[in-house]
């Protein structure tokens, strides 16, 4: 069974950086895609960052520039340097990961989310 454990999350002053890690474990594979969404209380879960298995990126706009996404395939780990954090980076941040089988059957999985708190 795959499981997802994030780790990194804390309180931190704005202009501060933390950098989360996710591994996935149980896996016999390795993931098409991971990446991180986040929740703030009371809105949606968003996409922060995106990296598929070749290293291709992409990012929120509102996170672009400072925080930046990558991936150990072997250790089927991702991690996200966040820096210059803002108070609206506040947020339950989630990892994810995604595998897409030939018929293209999707299969997701999930973290248990880390709490990322910015004062100001």
């Known amino acids: 069974q795959v499981q997802l454990v994030e780790s990194g999350g804390g309180l931190v002053q704005a202009g501060g950086s933390l950098r989360l890690s996710c591994v996935a474990s149980g896996s016999t594979f390795s993931f098409d895609a991971m990446g991180w969404y986040r929740q703030a209380p009371g809105k949606q879960r968003e996409l922060v960052a995106v990296?598929?298995?070749?290293?291709?990126?992409n990012y929120a706009d509102t996170v672009k520039g400072r925080f930046t996404i990558s991936r150990d395939n072997a250790e089927n780990t991702v991690f996200l340097q966040m820096n210059s954090l803002k108070p609206d980076d506040t947020a339950v941040y989630y990892c994810?990961?995604?595998?897409?089988?030939?018929?293209?059957?999707?299969?997701?999985?999930w973290g248990q989310g880390t709490q990322v708190t910015v004062s100001s």
């Open positions: 994810h990961a995604r595998k897409v089988l030939t018929d293209r059957t999707l299969y997701d999985y």
């Open positions: 990296i598929s298995s070749m290293g291709s990126t």
